[in-house]
């Protein structure tokens, strides 16, 4: 997933290599120097993007799939969109069961890109055969020649961050690196990323950002899976009410944990300080960001990269 800067033969080839671009005013207060990496610069304006195509071109290569096969999967909206757009390159029928936490122009999107729509409630159990993740195994089940991406529980989630995204910060920031902050859902971002920064500097800290309703932070510090932290929370992508395994927790050296305000007010002020049009889970990160330096987690040598 290398970026050529001349002609592409497809949009899928625009993967990766997104851009660092630092940031002078929201956290002008705060000691060190702080860099986002803007995943938006991906053709499907997510992260997403690396780990939908890192796993269909491995399922591609094992033969698992072929033209005319169908792709299925449980999504909060972005993969989602990385996906209908890699079966619309590559020839594919995309199924998703995607959660109503997602927004109505995200859904709309989905279909508009002709992908098959499931929504699915959000505030039950994982286990629920109506939840998200049960839906999404059942079709599954039941369609002939698919594949489930699986991205909670899938390994090739890490392996896409720890081949691609961990070497750019690593590349683009010369090695200087002191912290990398991220939003965590799956956890493959947080996990690719940290393992292969932390293997060329085991010095640098991997701070995890997590929601209020979520019960990341609480068994990444107990190894509980406490049901008692889930609550409602309106943050897509970010915290989850279960486990995945696709979360390296070795990894990650802390987490914070953000509300739905703080991410709201703050993911405001990145467009009005820094021009950047971001998501709710890039306005909790720079929200975990300021709570992290009141905990002096920086200094004036920190180079601190955050996943937007």
Known sequence: MTRNQGITENILQLVGQTPLVKLNEITKELPGKYYAKLEAFNPGHSAKDRIALHIIEDAERKGIIK?????????????GFSLAMISLVKGYKCILAVSDKSSIDKIDMLKSMGAEVHICPSYIAPDDPRSYY???KAIH??????????QYFNELNIEAHYRTTGPEIWQQT????????????????????GKFLKEQNPNIKILGVDAMGSVLKKYHETGVFDKG???PYKIEGL????????TDFDVIDVFEKVTDKEA????????????IFAGYTSGAVVQAVKQF?????????????LIF
Do not use: C, Q, W
């Open 141 to 150: 089940r039941k369609t002939k020649n698919s594949v489930y991406i699986n």
């Open 264 to 275: 709201a007010f703050t993911t405001r002020d990145i467009v009005i300080k820094e021009g």
């Open 293 to 305: 330096a009141e905990m002096n987690y920086f200094d004036e040598n920190s180079m601190v990269v």
């Open 239 to 246: 915290g989850k009410n279960l486990i995945p395994t696709a």
């Open 134 to 136: 049960e839906v999404a």
């Open 229 to 231: 932290e889930i609550s």
């Open 174 to 193: 010369s090695g200087e690196i002191t912290h990398l902050v991220v939003a965590s859902g799956t956890g493959g971002t947080i996990s690719g990323s």
């Open 67 to 79: 033209k005319g096969s169908t792709i299925v999967e449980t999504t909060s909206g972005n993969t």
